[in-house]
């Protein structure tokens, strides 16, 4: 082979930079993005100065946690010229308002989870997550590498947005419950705290659902307003002491199978920073979705283990015949809603591709290795 003069290589450099400048739009295709124009020159000096609002509580354990490492990521590595301010919900616009305030431009981040804007996006909440749909890692397959990515900047362009992954869930436990449920009958009237999809699937099956914000849940577990409630799983279920006042701890979270947690950024504010800081900033949100999921799976496996000593508390499997019924209502409330929204038809045909896809992947290896190996 040739050997390539210094000219040569600097130019083959400078073109491999520019088709480097990914920003997940191609980042399993390898074609070139439409941010690819270099404007690191413009202006290297500059400071940026941004703000990032979440929807979480202030100072809340991994979720709020995994935002504030992110910022100091991206401060690092852009050598202090990109500083980003984090607030708990609440302390800039109220939690729900994250939206709108990224989309105007009045804040240029938000932390959340997708399936927040379905009263606004309702295409959106296949980002977040379906009830019986992919885990985490098939999750990140769809958006990384399968099309998803695109299909999400395509619900928030109206909006100036785009939306990363910045984190999942895993798989969340089913919920605390104060009745058994032993069969379908049991979720008649069950009054119970579950948002989303999946509370759509339970007031289908029968049961009362009771939206009620994450500081008044235990309150009214506590008191019987609700009979059960939904949160996260071992770790920040723990910390919210409902082991202390519900009877039984139901799994598996089918209403939750890998809850991406999102990160919105305002389009055109991205687009106007320097290159090198779009990567940088890109890059740290795509570090902040390892941790998140990192940070899950080893806290609720040390805290599963706390739980399981409390005495008095019962840990119970659904029964078949209910995850069965919630499976077929579940199918119910997603055709109503694609069928009524042409975007939402659009984002699910490409997520149950690629669901099937996966799951016959999955056969061979992930579920043979759970039931036969470890
Ligand atoms: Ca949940």
């Known amino acids: 082979m040739k050997k390539l003069n210094r000219k040569e290589f600097l130019s083959k450099g400078t073109l491999a930079l520019a088709g480097s400048s990914l920003l997940l739009n191609a980042a399993c295709s390898g074609s070139e993005s439409e941010n690819s124009q270099s404007s690191i020159s413009s202006n290297p000096q500059k400071t940026y100065k941004w703000k990032m609002v979440t929807t979480w509580p202030p100072n809340f354990p991994i979720l709020g946690d995994g935002c504030k490492l992110m910022a100091q990521w991206v401060e690092k ?41 379905a009263g606004k996006v309702p295409a959106a909440q296949f980002f977040a997550t379906v009830p019986f749909g992919m885990n985490a890692q098939q999750v990140n397959g769809w958006i990384l590498c399968g099309g998803g990515q695109e299909l999400w900047d395509e619900v928030y362009a109206p909006f100036n947005l785009r939306g990363f992954p910045a984190g ?32 759509k699937v339970m007031s289908k099956a029968g049961a009362t659902v009771i939206n009620v914000a994450g500081g008044e849940i235990y309150t009214n577990l506590e008191r019987g307003v609700i009979d059960a409630t939904e949160w996260l799983g071992p770790f920040h279920d723990y910390t919210m002491g409902f082991h202390k006042i519900a009877k039984y701890y139901y799994y598996p979270g089918w209403h939750e199978p890998g809850t991406v947690l999102e990160t919105l950024v305002n389009k055109s504010k991205l687009a106007a920073l320097p290159e090198d800081l779009q990567e940088i900033l890109v890059t740290a949100i795509m570090r902040q979705n390892t941790w998140t999921l990192a940070q899950f799976e080893s806290r609720n496996s040390e805290f599963l283990a706390k739980i399981m000593e409390e005495e008095g ?19 119910e409330s997603i055709n109503e809603l694609v069928n009524s929204n042409p975007m939402a038809r659009k984002i699910y045909d490409s997520y149950s591709a690629y669901k099937q896809k996966a799951q016959a992947w999955s056969e061979l290896t992930e579920k043979i290795y759970y039931e036969k190996i470890q």
């Not at 989309?103 to 938000?110: K, L, P, T, V, W």
């Not at 979720?187 to 999946?198: D, E, V």
């Not at 508390?313 to 199918?331: M, N, S």
Request: glycine fraction near 16%.
């Open 168 to 199: 999942n869930t895993g798989v969340q436990m089913g919920g605390w419950f104060n009745k058994p449920i032993n069969s379908l009958a049991d979720l008649k009237g069950l009054k119970m705290r579950i948002p989303g999809l999946g509370g």
């Open 313 to 331: 508390l019962e840990l119970r499997v659904f029964p078949d015949e209910v995850l069965a019924k919630l499976r077929e209502l579940t199918q």
């Open 77 to 117: 590595m852009s050598g202090g010229r990109l500083k980003i301010q984090v607030y708990g919900g609440g302390e800039l616009v109220p939690a729900l308002e994250a939206f709108d305030a990224v989309s105007s431009g009045a804040a240029e981040m938000a932390n959340g989870g997708a399936y927040y804007w």
